[in-house]
């Protein structure tokens, strides 16, 4: 790493100690960053990359609730509201027992420039609590979600602050604070919040955008090779949200993907994943992975297996950070693998990016491979502040084109700083001079 950019990472790291996922998603951006700072030295000057690493604002608060036995539980929320430069704070919300300010710092951070990646106005900021919705009753979850917006609601709004959804949190959590933001401050303010429900401001394809976005930029990845996702044998972990619709749009245009995972196991289905019976028994019975094996023939279930045990042309990582390290990685180039498209946050670490980079895996970073969920969400707030709702067609065309735009920004970038298909590079400096150039005209702020 450049020595002027390594002073400022040994100061970042001794101001926020303890904070391992923060520290690593901060390192991995300023590995990329010495040759900006060559070309711009006026960044360096006005304290960019310190003032970048310093959220604008962090809140911690106590979120008090009753179980259904009338036992009085606590948990801790959290939003950050990280960079403001380009546009209203955008990032989601997770609920999730490892939730801790580090993690929602890491996943914040992530957010700027994934956000400055889209080309949409839009800030960055992340949130969530250590609840876990798992095994809790409807009555649970929405009493939890009335308590978590009873103090966030003083902190957001459509031009200041817009949440959304990520781990833990869907449609009925997102329902459930929204109607609790709108009991509090008596405005129907459709923007304030995203993925919300189709007939109640929300908009179409914003379930599937982060799993379909993922499949978008790895299909433009693969194209650089002269292939595509017809015939490739895929691999996804995680089987919620981003899982299902990777797994949904990768099959639509010719894959078959023969294994998903939850954090109990994986399953393999050598002849292809019923997407229909995987979202019935996921989204609707909200069951477990295991539940699936049991109801289709000839699918094998692998308790507490790892699904990167499994060969494939292509991996989509769609569950956590860090599920993914450099054995694994070792062992999935081993077995053939050409792609790898980050569904996930950081899910990867920084030994197995390594290992794909090596090995001249083509490698899509989440923030670039999955920003097609918070641009369709930037989508949703296009269609709020005009009172208008758009086909999916029209929406999907939509996305497509903001992947293929993010793809185009990265690739080009990376042949700029002289390192071509390096996704990586390209994802962190073309995220960064957007974001540093605003910052930098906005003044010292
Ligand atoms: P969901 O809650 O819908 O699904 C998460 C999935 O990952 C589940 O299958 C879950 O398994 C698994 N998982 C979660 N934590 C762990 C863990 N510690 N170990 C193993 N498996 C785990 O979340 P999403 O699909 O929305 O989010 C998945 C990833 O995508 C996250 O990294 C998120 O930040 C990222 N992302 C999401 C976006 C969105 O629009 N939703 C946008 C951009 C990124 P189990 O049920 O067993 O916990």
Not at 34 to 53: Q, S
Not at 185 to 198: A, C, D, F, H, P
Not at 394 to 409: A, F, K, N, Q, S
Request: charged share 25%; glycine share 14%.
């Amino acid at each position: 790493m450049d020595a002027r950019l390594e002073a400022i990472r040994d100061t970042v790291l001794a101001r926020n100690p303890g904070e391992a996922e923060f520290h690593q998603a901060v390192v991995e951006v300023f590995e990329s960053l010495g040759p900006v700072h060559d070309r711009h030295p006026e960044f360096l000057d006005a304290a960019i990359l310190e003032r970048l690493c310093e959220p604008e604002r962090q809140i911690i608060f106590r979120v008090p609730w009753t179980d259904d036995a009338g036992r009085v539980r606590i948990n801790r929320g959290f939003r950050v509201e990280f960079n403001s430069a380009l546009g209203p704070y955008k990032g989601g919300l997770r609920f999730h027992p490892s939730v801790y300010l580090g993690i929602v710092k890491f996943l914040g951070f992530e957010q700027i420039f994934k956000n400055a990646l889209t080309g949409m106005p839009i800030g960055g900021g992340k949130g969530g609590s250590d609840f876990d919705p798992r095994g809790r009753s409807d009555a649970e979850v929405m009493r939890f979600c009335q308590s978590f917006m009873t103090e966030l609601y003083r902190h957001i709004g459509e031009y200041t602050d817009v949440p959304a959804g990520d781990i833990g949190v869907g449609a009925r959590e997102i329902g459930y604070l929204f109607g609790q933001y709108k009991r509090i401050t008596n405005r129907y303010e459709s923007g304030v919040l995203t993925g919300k429900g189709i007939s109640w401001g929300g908009s179409l394809v914003r379930p599937e955008a982060t799993g379909f976005g993922t499949v978008i930029f790895t299909q433009e990845m693969l194209k650089t090779r002269g292939t595509s996702f017809d015939g490739q044998r895929v691999v996804v972990s995680g089987s919620g949200n981003v899982a299902i619709n990777a797994i949904a749009k990768a099959q639509s245009l010719g894959a078959t993907v023969v294994a998903c995972s939850d954090s109990s196991g994986y399953i393999m289905d050598e002849a292809g994943i019923d997407v229909g019976l995987l979202r019935e028994v996921k989204e609707v019975e909200r069951g477990r992975l295991k539940d699936y094996a049991v109801r289709r023939p000839g699918v094998s279930y692998v308790d507490g297996g790892s699904v990167w045990d499994v060969d494939a042309t292509v991996a989509l990582p769609c569950a956590t950070q860090n599920e993914l390290d450099g054995g694994a990685a070792a062992r999935l180039v081993r077995g053939g693998l050409l792609a790898v498209g980050e569904g996930a946050n950081m899910p990867s670490t920084r030994d197995a990016v390594a290992v794909f980079q090596e090995a001249g895996v083509l490698f899509g970073p989440g923030k670039a491979a999955n920003a097609g969920g918070v641009a369709t969400s930037a989508l949703e707030m296009q269609q709020n502040a005009s009172r208008d709702s758009w086909s999916f067609e029209h929406t999907e065309e939509r996305l497509t084109d903001i992947m293929v735009g993010i793809h185009h920004r990265c690739a080009a970038t990376a042949d700029e700083y002289g390192e071509p298909g390096n996704y990586v590079l390209g994802a962190n400096i073309g995220g960064f001079v957007k974001v540093a150039e605003a910052m930098l005209a906005q003044g010292l702020i």
